[in-house]
């Protein structure tokens, strides 16, 4: 999708980010070997995107062959970003390949996508290691291409933030002034890019949430932006308690996560989330759609709450929840905060991963 240093940042970044940490944390030597992105959105790009890779592997085995890989390591492939450069070079230089986060979907094999399809598959099937992080892609990759004996489940993790209340406090009162909102109700955040897809289906059913609960004191802080944003902003017309804070990341998310109550997302379709993970380390209880990935870190009533997914009623339910009793809000925060250093910290992650590369065969 996006290489760790791009410049527009999203989930896949992040956590392209987080996979190097972890490795890093863990003893190893990380090479960043290409910048080249097959993502083709529409299906529409193969033609220009097929000898760009050509160039872009070539490039790659001059930059390497001074000091050869021992492993090739590819993060999030799938038919819209095939991995064109990594079988190749694992194939040139004769080591291993691992792939983190594929993504198969068999319903591709014909149509616009059917080049990238035929690339993904190629390159699932060629690798040696296959690291998943959700549940749907473990179950898809053993029923369809039979590769059981390669895949390693591992749960989604994040580098945790130790947020005190002191630091809360300051957050809440420096984004009081700046967007004019009181302090003594209940703020609700939302991340999320805005683009013309599933995202957009997301962001409509939280503005119609939103409206059911007019009749509440509350606000809502939305990060994010993209193609669809006068779309996005238009469903919450006519709201006085919504702040539009653009695309935020670094110092000034974790100031937005300190600052809020709880978080919430409707997540249709989505995988493990990044956005929610970041929130949950933050301390923030999700309230999601029920999606597997989601439920490797939201324990239902626990930490958070997972709705039937796209049914606004039980959003709304807990949303409303949520909003009247800080009390318990409080408590949610309290079980996340723990439930995520526990289990999703990246300690735990660096572990699990020179494990998996441990069980390679890395001579050349």
Request: hydrophobic share 40%.
């Amino acid at each position: 999708m996006k290489s760790p240093d791009h410049p527009n940042p999203s989930g896949d970044r992040s956590f392209a980010r987080l996979i190097v940490r972890a490795l890093k944390r863990s003893g190893h030597e990380v090479t960043l070997a290409s910048h080249f992105r097959s993502y083709d959105r529409y299906g529409h790009r193969w033609l220009e995107i097929a000898p760009k890779a050509k160039y872009a592997r070539e490039r790659a085995i001059c930059k390497l062959t001074k000091t050869p890989p021992d492993i090739w390591f590819t993060y999030h492939l799938y038919h819209k970003a095939p991995d064109l450069i990594g079988p190749a070079l694992s194939d040139y230089f004769g080591i291993p390949y691992v792939v983190a986060d594929a993504s198969y979907a068999a319903k591709q094999t014909s149509g616009p996508w059917a080049p990238g399809f035929a690339e993904a598959k190629s390159a699932i099937l060629r690798a040696n290691k296959l690291i998943c992080f959700d549940p749907l892609d473990v179950d898809s990759l053993r029923h369809n291409l039979m590769c059981g004996h390669k895949l390693f489940m591992m749960p989604p993790f994040v580098g945790q933030r130790k947020i005190t209340p002191p630091m809360r406090e300051r957050a809440r009162r420096r984004l009081s002034t700046a967007l004019k909102l009181p302090v003594n109700i209940p703020w609700v955040v939302a991340v999320a890019m805005m683009r013309e897809d599933i995202k957009a289906e997301s962001y409509r059913l939280l503005a119609e949430c939103a409206l059911k609960l007019r009749d509440q004191k509350w606000a809502l802080l939305i990060a994010g932006d993209g193609t669809v944003r006068n779309k996005v902003e238009g469903w919450f017309e006519g709201f006085d308690n919504i702040r539009f804070l653009g695309t935020l990341f670094g110092s000034s998310l974790s100031e937005l996560y300190a600052a809020g109550d709880f978080t919430a997302w409707p997540a249709l379709k989505e995988g493990c989330s990044m956005a929610l993970l970041e929130a949950a380390a933050s301390g923030l209880p999700v309230l999601a759609s029920k999606r597997p990935g989601l439920e490797q870190f939201i324990k239902n009533g626990a930490n958070g709450y997972l709705c039937q997914e796209g049914e606004l009623t039980d959003f709304e339910y807990y949303f409303r929840l949520l909003l009247n009793d800080p009390h318990h809000c409080k408590k949610l925060s309290a079980e996340t905060t723990h439930r995520i250093s526990k289990h999703h910290n990246l300690d735990t992650a660096a572990t699990k991963l020179n494990w998996v590369l441990s069980q390679l065969q890395v001579g050349r």
